[in-house]
Structures are given as structure tokens and as C-alpha cells.
């Protein structure tokens, strides 16, 4: 017996598997610091908690609608409208196991053979990965460090084609930290103006953001809106990682397709976790301060001493809780008389011989480059920056 053929582009996905490497070495007893994981590492607040508890008590634990109870859809369409200035019907919302199946879902309701998505580099691990499960073609469009990665709109011109079926955004970005501004919004607005194609914009990192506004294209274009997805979910803002509840709202077609996905895969989501995502929706909204303050010290903490660092440069992300250092002077160096050729081979080095985890830049489209989560203490941050800058000095 062989495995399906459309496993055979498929890559594991490289952040579980370093993630997953990390923590059986600190399970041995290895005093590993893992950069790695996009995991806040504060809890859960406690009515988010309190309410799936109730909803236990209750005995809130039998099937719901696939597409989640209504109150919670009608919640998530408040909260599009409140934030984010953008109107959506229930019956527009589709509410999964996290954004991740949400955007999968999106991917298999959508694409037919051959049908290409664009994604911004650099890029989640995961999104050319959905696309090709889904018989799709991901075409990457390239940005650049000293543009701030937002995309050259001439660039994505050239990418569109008659089989683009969708493009992807994803601001704050994993894995840079970069934010859109309004002109770099206007500027891919403008560049799919002309193309039938969906824009997706996954905005699962809207509330971890250390300067200006968080702007959705749709409240620069309000035309894409008809063809506009929107992607978020409990995990990063509210720290609901393993509760896993996301959802999408978008065109109603669209949505009952990907309702459909999920009918024959998952059907609901957790019972009770959509009642805690119901008290995160309606309880308090200032929860995401104290948060936020704290990742930008530790942001900032981070950046400087990366850039104290000989060889390594280090842009200020505005948001998300990663750094992506530019480690591209190292390539050519030796380390143990061996050159260094790729941000990979520095990465399992950092792991295996400075028990630091970092990822490699090149499963996110940025070869010559590391993505470092800062979602972790200060004391261990300290301590896996200590181990880096030890690695870089003993490069020749």
C-alpha cells in the first residue's frame, strides 16, 4: 500500500517538527530555549475559562450547527463590525477548528486543478502546503527587507493569470512582524482591482500590533469587499492556542462550500470551546494591553541585541511576536571547519549544538534568514540570545 499521490509535493511542516524536537530534548532533561513556537505564553484569561467550564456544567457538550451556534456567529459579525468596520451577515460566517482549518477549508472549496494562488513572501509555512492538497498552484510573489515586505503591486500584476483563482494576505505577518500600511494596501487593491480573483486576508495577529492601526483591505478598497475573506480566530489575541476556534467570514457561496468541507471532516467545533469564544467576543476588550506592552519590550529587547550582534541584522517588526534576523553574512563562513550554506543547516545547529531553537528562514520563502518567536519570558529570551551570539562568535 502506497500513500495518495497529492502527499508526495506535501513538506512536514517544519516549525511542528523543530517545536516537537525542542521539547523532547527539554523532556530528556536538556535546558533547551525554544524560540520556535507561535504560542503566546500567557494564559488563557479566566471568563474565557470560566464560560466553557459553565457550558460543562451544563451539559453544553452535544453536536452543534457545522457552522457553529448562532449567537457566537452573530458575535463574530459584531466584532468584524465593531473593530474592523466590515459587514457581514451570520449566514457569511463559518465558524472551524482554528483559522488553520478555516483557511484549508477556504483552499478546498475553492481551487480546481491547477488553479494558482498568490502568497506574499516571505509566508506562513502552511499556505502553499494547503494549496497543493488542494490540486492548486501556489505562485509566490517576492518582497524585500528594505521595502518593509510589502509588495511591489507590479510584481503581483505580473503574477495574476487567468487560472488565479485567490490571493493571500497576512498582516502583521508571521514570519516578519511587517504591517501593511495604508499605501501598501492601496497598492495591491489597486493591483487586483482588474482580476476576478478572492482576496483572503488572514488576520489572526490584528491585535498584536506596537504602532498605528490595524486596517483590514477592506477598509481601504470597501469594493473588494464582496470578494473579500476574512481569517481570524481566539488563538493569538486571546491565548486559546490548544482550544483551536477560528473562523472565516466571506462571499455566502464561498462559505457554504467550505461549510461543506467541514460537514464531511470535522462538523463543529468544540461545543463548549464555542462558548468560550462567545465570553472572549462579549467580555472585556482591554485584555490585549498589558499583553502587548509586555511583547513590545520584549520586541524591542530582542531586536537590539540581535543587531549588537557582528554579522546579523535585524528589522523592528510592528507586530506579531517574531523577529526575523538576516543571517545572510554568515553563509560562507565555516563553523567546526564545515561552511555554512543555508539558514536550515544553521538552524539544527543552533538545536543540536547551542540548544536554541530557531527556525530556518527558508520554509518561509526567505532563505538567509531566521524567524525567532519572542513569545516566551525575558530570562529565557536572554538565554537564547546569549547562545546565538556564542554561535555567530565561533563562525570563521
Given at each position: ?115 494558482e494562488v498568490i502568497i506574499l513572501a516571505p509566508y506562513w509555512v502552511s499556505y502553499p502546503e494547503m494549496v497543493q492538497l488542494a490540486g492548486g498552484k501556489p505562485v509566490f510573489v517576492q518582497t524585500r527587507e528594505e521595502d518593509g515586505f510589502a509588495p511591489d503591486p507590479d510584481a503581483i500584476r505580473r ?238
Amino acid at each position: 500500500m502506497n500513500l495518495a499521490n497529492r502527499l508526495k509535493a506535501i513538506k512536514p511542516s517544519p516549525t511542528l517538527a523543530l517545536n516537537a524536537k525542542a521539547k523532547a530534548l527539554a523532556a530528556q532533561g536538556v535546558d533547551v530555549v525554544g524560540l520556535v513556537a507561535g504560542e503566546p505564553d500567557f494564559d488563557t484569561p479566566e471568563h474565557i475559562k470560566q464560560a466553557a467550564i459553565e457550558a460543562l456544567r451544563q451539559g453544553f457538550t452535544k453536536y452543534t450547527p457545522t457552522a457553529g451556534i448562532p449567537e457566537l456567529r452573530e458575535a463574530i459579525c459584531g466584532k468584524l463590525e465593531r473593530d474592523n468596520r466590515l459587514k457581514f451577515a451570520p449566514d457569511q460566517v463559518v465558524v472551524s477548528v482554528g483559522a488553520k482549518q478555516a483557511i484549508y477549508n477556504a483552499f478546498q472549496a475553492l481551487l480546481n486543478e491547477g488553479d494558482e494562488v498568490i502568497i506574499l513572501a516571505p509566508y506562513w509555512v502552511s499556505y502553499p502546503e494547503m494549496v497543493q492538497l488542494a490540486g492548486g498552484k501556489p505562485v509566490f510573489v517576492q518582497t524585500r527587507e528594505e521595502d518593509g515586505f510589502a509588495p511591489d503591486p507590479d510584481a503581483i500584476r505580473r503574477a495574476l493569470s487567468p487560472r488565479t483563482k485567490a490571493i493571500i494576505l497576512n498582516s502583521p505577518s508571521n514570519p516578519s512582524g511587517a504591517v501593511f500600511s495604508r499605501a501598501a494596501l492601496e497598492g495591491i487593491a489597486e493591483a487586483v482591482r482588474g482580476h476576478e480573483c478572492l482576496v483572503i486576508s488572514d488576520d489572526i495577529y490584528e491585535k498584536l500590533l506596537y504602532q498605528g492601526e490595524f486596517l483590514n483591505i477592506g477598509n481601504v478598497a470597501p469594493d473588494l469587499v464582496p470578494r473579500l475573506v476574512v481569517i481570524n480566530g481566539m488563538s493569538k489575541a486571546f491565548s486559546m492556542t490548544g482550544w483551536r476556534m477560528g473562523y472565516a467570514a466571506g462571499p455566502k457561496w464561498l462559505i457554504a462550500g467550505m461549510q461543506m468541507v467541514q460537514d464531511q471532516s470535522t462538523s463543529n467545533a468544540a461545543s463548549f470551546v464555542q462558548k468560550a469564544a462567545l465570553a472572549a467576543l462579549k467580555g472585556p476588550q482591554d485584555i490585549f494591553v498589558p499583553m502587548v506592552e509586555e511583547y513590545r519590550g520584549r520586541r524591542d529587547m530582542v531586536v537590539d541585541a540581535l543587531n549588537s550582534v557582528e554579522g546579523v541584522r535585524c528589522r523592528r517588526p510592528e507586530g506579531a511576536f517574531y523577529v526575523l534576523p538576516n543571517v545572510s553574512s554568515l553563509l560562507g563562513r565555516t563553523y567546526k571547519g564545515e561552511p555554512l550554506t543555508g539558514s536550515m543547516q544553521i538552524s539544527e545547529i543552533l538545536l543540536n549544538d547551542f540548544r536554541m531553537g530557531a527556525m530556518p528562514g527558508a520554509p518561509f520563502g526567505m532563505e538567509g534568514y531566521l524567524r525567532m518567536s519572542f513569545a516566551t519570558s525575558r530570562e529565557q529570551l536572554r538565554k537564547g540570545l546569549e547562545r546565538f551570539r556564542e554561535f555567530v562568535g565561533s563562525t570563521r
